[in-house]
């Protein structure tokens, strides 16, 4: 096992670390970045009156739209000669959210991403195959540069491209595989449409996130694939991939890279600081960027948070697996769900294959929310024809109770047959809004 040090450290040590980088970033933002200097001077604030860890909450909470409103480099703290990368994230809808590197950034980041991929079982030495995308994502780059760092051959495959994806793996022999997880699952159904079993090849480990998850989806992956399958935890505007990591001996929560971002659970709605365990939006201030940091950034993530030493030996805090965005909470007949609470209980019906999406329609003033779920190939080929539709009605059935008992909601069921949802190329699209368009009756 890879412990780092700083991973193992006593609270009071990476508090007082904590702070005093703490400290260092607000008079970064204060002298370099004017929209921070403004909250600060409409508060009557200096960077000096930061004194604890709990003084944090007198600082500004910053949102994506204030980074949309300073597109593209308006909250950058160093001058241009000094930045090395940018990478940026497409939004629904108007500009992409601009960030920025200087190569001591790049260089940190290649050290949390070491860090993970050590924490999720990697070794130097050893083949990992990067199945995140390169380019303006920060999936790929972010995990190529870790992998390099910790001493791994690193193979810079990206999206796309299923047969050559197989011929790699089969070819070179990785231990570990990144990618989304709706991504992977794809690549392991083509392997196993193809007759293969993804199961015997080389892999044991696996690196998966950028996307909401369940554990049913971990646990369907672990099978598939033959291997301990780790959550990894980032985002564009606090640096990409590598804020959190699962650890594979636990693989129970992320540890926090604290060290280098502090974190806060708010009330989405109220704002509030919320105590430990208790669920709500994550809040991350860089301690440690150079060209972008960013203060009590609101991610729309929603989890929570717990201290305490973990069976890896880390005493890092940790995050618990994200439920899903603020955005993406379906409210239905006001009950709250996400995807991924869904996903849990879908994956678990034997008749199911692991793909779905929910569908927002519109009727009158009335708003529709269908579940699209697929029957797997065994299914569709033991049903004989002349009872498929009550079998087909007898599932819909049997979807609507498993929702309407786990949870809370009533909605309607669409079962669809083998491959016609959309297989994942990248991130994988689970909520199809089609409010804005004439329904077809
Ligand atoms: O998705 C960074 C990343 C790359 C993370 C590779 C992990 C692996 P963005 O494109 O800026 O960055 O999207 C960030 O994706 O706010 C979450 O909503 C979601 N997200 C990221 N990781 C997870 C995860 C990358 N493990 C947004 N579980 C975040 C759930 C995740 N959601």
Request: with cysteine; glycine share 8%.
């Given at each position: 096992?890879?412990?780092?040090?700083?991973?193992?450290?006593?609270?009071?040590?990476?508090?007082?670390?904590?702070?005093?980088?703490?400290?260092?970033?607000?008079?970064?933002?204060?002298?370099?970045?004017?929209?921070?200097?403004?909250?600060?001077?409409?508060?009557?604030?200096?960077?000096?009156?930061?004194?604890?860890?709990?003084?944090?909450?007198?600082?500004?909470?910053?949102?994506?739209?204030?980074?949309?409103?300073?597109?593209?480099?308006?909250?950058?703290?160093?001058?241009?000669?000094?930045?090395?990368?940018?990478?940026?994230?497409?939004?629904?809808?108007?500009?992409?959210?601009?960030?920025?590197?200087?190569?001591?950034?790049?260089?940190?980041?290649?050290?949390?991403?070491?860090?993970?991929?050590?924490?999720?079982?990697?070794?130097?030495?050893?083949?990992?195959?990067?199945?995140?995308?390169?380019?303006?994502?920060?999936?790929?780059?972010?995990?190529?540069?870790?992998?390099?760092?910790?001493?791994?051959?690193?193979?810079?495959?990206?999206?796309?491209?299923?047969?050559?994806?197989?011929?790699?793996?089969?070819?070179?022999?990785?231990?570990?595989?990144?990618?989304?997880?709706?991504?992977?699952?794809?690549?392991?159904?083509?392997?196993?449409?193809?007759?293969?079993?993804?199961?015997?090849?080389?892999?044991?480990?696996?690196?998966?996130?950028?996307?909401?998850?369940?554990?049913?989806?971990?646990?369907?992956?672990?099978?598939?694939?033959?291997?301990?399958?780790?959550?990894?935890?980032?985002?564009?505007?606090?640096?990409?991939?590598?804020?959190?990591?699962?650890?594979?001996?636990?693989?129970?929560?992320?540890?926090?890279?604290?060290?280098?971002?502090?974190?806060?659970?708010?009330?989405?709605?109220?704002?509030?600081?919320?105590?430990?365990?208790?669920?709500?939006?994550?809040?991350?201030?860089?301690?440690?960027?150079?060209?972008?940091?960013?203060?009590?950034?609101?991610?729309?993530?929603?989890?929570?948070?717990?201290?305490?030493?973990?069976?890896?030996?880390?005493?890092?805090?940790?995050?618990?697996?994200?439920?899903?965005?603020?955005?993406?909470?379906?409210?239905?007949?006001?009950?709250?769900?996400?995807?991924?609470?869904?996903?849990?209980?879908?994956?678990?019906v034997g008749e199911l294959a692991?793909?779905?999406?929910?569908?927002?329609?519109?009727?009158?003033?009335?708003?529709?929310?269908?579940?699209?779920?697929?029957i797997t190939d065994e299914f569709y080929r033991k049903v004989s024809k002349d009872i498929q539709?009550e079998k087909i009605?007898e599932l819909?059935?049997?979807?609507?109770?498993?929702?309407?008992?786990?949870?809370?909601?009533?909605?309607?069921?669409?079962v669809?047959p083998p491959?016609?949802?959309?297989?994942?190329?990248?991130?994988?699209?689970?909520?199809?809004?089609?409010?804005?368009?004439?329904?077809?009756?």
């Amino acid at each position: 096992m890879i412990l780092h040090e700083i991973e193992t450290v006593s609270r009071t040590q990476m508090e007082r670390l904590q702070l005093e980088r703490l400290q260092r970033v607000a008079h970064v933002v204060y002298n370099h970045v004017p929209f921070y200097r403004e909250h600060f001077d409409k508060r009557q604030l200096k960077p000096e009156d930061i004194k604890s860890l709990s003084d944090i909450k007198m600082l500004p909470l910053t949102t994506k739209k204030d980074l949309r409103d300073h597109y593209p480099f308006g909250l950058f703290a160093v001058k241009r000669e000094e930045m090395v990368r940018v990478h940026a994230s497409s939004g629904t809808s108007g500009k992409p959210t601009v960030v920025g590197y200087t190569q001591n950034d790049i260089h940190m980041w290649g050290d949390i991403v070491a860090r993970s991929i050590a924490m999720a079982g990697g070794r130097p030495g050893e083949v990992l195959h990067n199945a995140y995308g390169y380019g303006l994502f920060t999936g790929g780059l972010g995990l190529h540069y870790g992998s390099e760092k910790l001493g791994m051959i690193t193979v810079p495959v990206s999206g796309g491209n299923m047969s050559r994806q197989i011929t790699l793996i089969e070819d070179f022999k990785p231990t570990v595989i990144c990618g989304t997880p709706s991504y992977i699952l794809n690549l392991a159904e083509t392997m196993e449409a193809e007759g293969k079993d993804p199961s015997i090849l080389s892999l044991q480990y696996g690196i998966f996130g950028a996307e909401p998850w369940s554990n049913s989806m971990r646990v369907t992956l672990e099978e598939k694939l033959g291997i301990k399958a780790c959550d990894i935890y980032g985002l564009s505007e606090v640096i990409g991939p590598g804020v959190a990591m699962e650890c594979h001996e636990a693989q129970e929560g992320l540890h926090i890279a604290e060290d280098h971002f502090l974190v806060e659970v708010i009330h989405p709605d109220t704002l509030e600081p919320l105590p430990e365990g208790e669920v709500g939006e994550l809040v991350f201030t860089s301690l440690t960027k150079e060209a972008f940091p960013i203060i009590r950034y609101r991610t729309g993530d929603i989890a929570s948070i717990q201290h305490g030493k973990c069976s890896c030996g880390r005493t890092t805090v940790k995050m618990s697996r994200v439920k899903g965005r603020v955005d993406d909470m379906l409210i239905i007949r006001g009950v709250n769900v996400f995807p991924s609470e869904m996903e849990h209980f879908l994956l678990q019906v034997g008749e199911l294959a692991p793909h779905y999406q929910v569908h927002l329609k519109k009727k009158g003033a009335l708003d529709l929310v269908e579940l699209q779920v697929e029957i797997t190939d065994e299914f569709y080929r033991k049903v004989s024809k002349d009872i498929q539709h009550e079998k087909i009605n007898e599932l819909e059935a049997k979807v609507k109770g498993l929702m309407k008992d786990h949870c809370y909601v009533s909605m309607d069921i669409k079962v669809r047959p083998p491959k016609e949802i959309p297989r994942s190329e990248g991130k994988a699209i689970r909520i199809v809004d089609l409010r804005e368009e004439p329904m077809l009756q």
